[in-house]
C-alpha cells in the first residue's frame, strides 16, 4: 500500500499542515498516539477509517439481511414456541429502540429478556416494565448477581464491559437454547465487520438489529420521544447501567482517558455521533455521590 505513510515518517511529521507535527485522523478522533494514520486522497486519516472506506458498511443490505432471517423465523411453521426471538433488553435506550424497530418494522413476537447483573438502575428496569407493557410483549428478567467481576475489574482501574457483555450473553443463550429460539436480537449499533449477525453455539444467532439503520444519536431521541421511557441520568454515555461512569473514573486515574474510546470513535467514523458530542462523551465523567451510595447499598465500594 504506497499511499501508507508511517506515523514514524519525519518528512510528513515536520510538514506544517499536520498540525506541528501532531498527526490527527481527519475522519474520528484518532491521533497519531492512539492508530497508525495515513494519507489516502490527500487526506490525513487512521487505519481504521481506511479500512471503514476499504471495506465499507451497507447498512441497507444489512437490514435485508435481518429481514430475511426474521422472515424466515415467521414462516416457519415447525416452530414449536409462542416466540420468533429473544431481545436483549437492558432498558438502556438502544435496546429500547431496537425493541421498538423490531415490532413496528417486523411483526415478529419476541421473548423479551433483561439479565439484571445487580448493577442495572432502578430506572432502567422501570423503562422495560414500561414499554414492554406499552409494546404488549412479554418480558422476563433473570436475577444475576455481578459484584464480584466490577470488584475485580473496576477497583484495578480496568474495563468491566467486555466481561460484563459476555456473562449477559452467556445467559440469555442458555435461555434461548432451554426454549429452543434460535436469533437473540441486541441493541447494538456497530456490526460485526460488515455483518449484523454472529453464529453462537449451537446454531444461535445474535442479530445486531441497529446495524440496519444509521441513527444518529438525535434519531434515537426522537424515536425515545414517542415511547413511555425516561432518561435515569447516570453521568456517563449510559442510560442503564450503574457502574459505567465510576468505572470510566477509575479508568481516568489510572490511564488519563476514557476505555469508550474505540466504541465512541467508531461511531463517529460511521456518522453516527458528531465530534463535538464524542468529545463531551469521552470527558471524565461527573458522577453524583448518590450514585455511589446506591453502589455500596448494592454491595460495590468504590471510593469517589
Ligand atoms: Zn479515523
Not at 34 to 44: D, F, M, S
Not at 204 to 224: A, K, Q
Request: aromatic share 8%.
Amino acid at each position: 500500500m504506497k499511499e501508507i505513510i508511517g506515523e514514524n515518517n519525519k518528512k510528513v511529521n515536520s510538514n506544517k499542515n499536520f498540525n506541528n507535527g501532531n498527526l490527527k485522523c481527519e475522519m474520528c478522533l484518532n491521533t497519531h498516539k492512539t492508530a497508525k494514520i495515513i494519507n489516502h486522497n490527500g487526506k490525513n486519516i487512521c487505519i481504521e477509517c481506511y479500512y471503514s472506506i476499504k471495506y465499507p458498511r451497507n447498512p441497507q443490505k444489512m437490514k435485508d439481511e435481518i429481514k430475511e432471517i426474521l422472515n424466515d423465523k415467521l414462516n416457519n411453521k415447525k416452530n414449536k414456541t409462542p416466540y420468533n426471538c429473544i431481545m436483549s433488553l437492558s432498558g438502556g435506550k438502544d435496546s429500547i429502540v431496537a425493541l421498538y424497530l423490531l415490532i413496528k418494522e417486523f411483526n415478529v413476537k419476541p421473548l423479551c429478556i433483561t439479565v439484571d447483573n445487580n448493577y442495572l438502575s432502578k430506572g432502567a428496569i422501570e423503562n422495560c416494565y414500561n414499554i414492554t407493557r406499552y409494546l404488549n410483549v412479554d418480558w422476563i428478567v433473570l436475577n444475576r448477581d455481578f459484584t464480584e467481576l466490577f470488584n475485580e475489574t473496576i477497583l484495578k482501574g480496568e474495563s468491566p464491559c467486555r466481561r460484563c457483555s459476555e456473562l449477559i450473553m452467556r445467559e440469555i443463550w442458555r435461555k434461548a437454547k432451554m426454549l429452543n429460539i434460535d436469533v437473540i436480537i441486541t441493541g447494538h449499533e456497530l456490526p460485526f465487520g460488515t455483518s449484523p449477525f454472529k453464529k453462537l453455539k449451537d446454531n444461535i444467532t445474535m442479530v445486531r438489529l441497529l446495524t440496519g439503520y444509521n441513527l444518529t444519536d438525535e434519531d434515537r431521541h426522537n424515536i425515545l420521544k414517542e415511547l413511555p421511557w425516561k432518561n435515569p441520568e447516570l453521568g456517563g454515555y449510559t442510560t442503564n447501567c450503574l457502574v459505567l461512569a465510576p468505572a470510566i473514573r477509575e479508568f481516568y486515574k489510572k490511564y488519563g482517558f476514557s476505555f469508550e474510546f474505540n466504541r465512541i470513535c467508531a461511531m463517529v467514523r460511521y456518522g453516527l455521533m458528531d465530534k463535538k458530542k464524542a468529545l463531551e462523551v469521552l470527558k471524565c465523567p461527573d458522577v453524583p455521590n448518590e450514585i455511589y451510595e446506591e453502589l455500596k447499598k448494592r454491595g460495590l465500594n468504590i471510593k469517589k
